[in-house]
């Protein structure tokens, strides 16, 4: 079957850096995208990975494994603005996207 | 950047009335478009994949009598909740992919329905 998997909830501190991190069974892949949805919004996209490594934009950087199945979204700098929940996506080989349930990010002054 | 539209952003029923959720693409030709459900503190749930032009394919569980999906145009997709009921009430977000390029979808603002 297709799963995602994310964890439910990380606390960090303004200012620190926080790493969430993804694992994904897919039938067949496309690439591995990263949303960031606020609290009665829709999804906005942060990122896309479909070749192994690390890709940086500002604060936030996305790396991908796909001999392992692993991604993690890496917030640097943190403000409070970016408390929200962020949602690891995998593209299998249809183009669906097969959703994590998501990452509830609190950040603490 | 492109931009999809839904209309309306929030709408509260009464139960046994029928509503309709709009979904625009404003900036490209979408033949597939995306109809999501999220109920609180949960992921997004794919309802169904609207192409343009033909039926719906609907995810298991999911009524396609009660969940009328019409993609009639390249820009608009309509739901249609048919018949409300209470246990309807959720955030529906639509989302458009990019026929140029297959890795893009772009989501709507979301559409607040409250049936009472």
């Known amino acids: 079957g297709q799963n995602i998997d994310q964890p439910t909830e990380m606390t960090a501190t303004e200012g620190a850096i926080v790493q969430i991190n993804c694992t994904y069974q897919?039938?067949?892949?496309?690439?591995l995208f990263w949303y960031q949805q606020h609290a009665g919004e829709a999804p906005t996209f942060l990122s896309y990975?479909?070749l192994d490594g690390l890709e940086e934009k500002g604060r936030f950087s996305s790396f991908l494994s796909r001999s392992k199945g692993y991604s993690y979204l890496l917030l640097k700098e943190l403000q409070m603005k970016d408390s929200a929940s962020y949602l690891c996506?995998?593209?299998?080989?249809?183009?669906?996207?097969?959703w994590g349930a998501g990452t509830k990010l609190i950040i603490k002054p | 950047g492109a931009v999809v539209s839904q209309h309306p952003s929030w709408v509260i029923c009464k139960s046994g009335t029928s509503v309709k959720i709009e979904c625009r693409s404003l900036?490209?030709?979408?033949?597939?478009m995306f109809w999501y459900r999220q109920f609180p503190k949960q992921s997004l749930m794919l309802m169904a994949t609207?192409?343009?032009?033909?039926?719906?394919?609907?995810e298991q569980g999911v009524e396609k009598d009660k969940f009328l999906i019409n993609h009639a145009s390249l820009t608009l997709s309509t739901l249609t909740v048919t018949s409300a009921h209470p246990e309807d009430s959720s955030f529906y977000i639509c989302?458009?992919?990019?026929?140029?390029?297959?890795?893009?979808?772009?989501f709507g603002p979301g559409t607040r329905l409250t049936v009472t």
């Open positions: 989302s458009a992919r990019n026929p140029k390029r297959e890795f893009e979808q772009y």
């Open positions: 900036d490209f030709q979408a033949t597939t």
């Open positions: 609207s192409n343009e032009g033909s039926k719906a394919t609907y």
């Open positions: 897919t039938s067949g892949f496309n690439g």
């Open positions: 990975n479909v």
């Open positions: 996506a995998a593209m299998d080989s249809n183009y669906q996207l097969i």
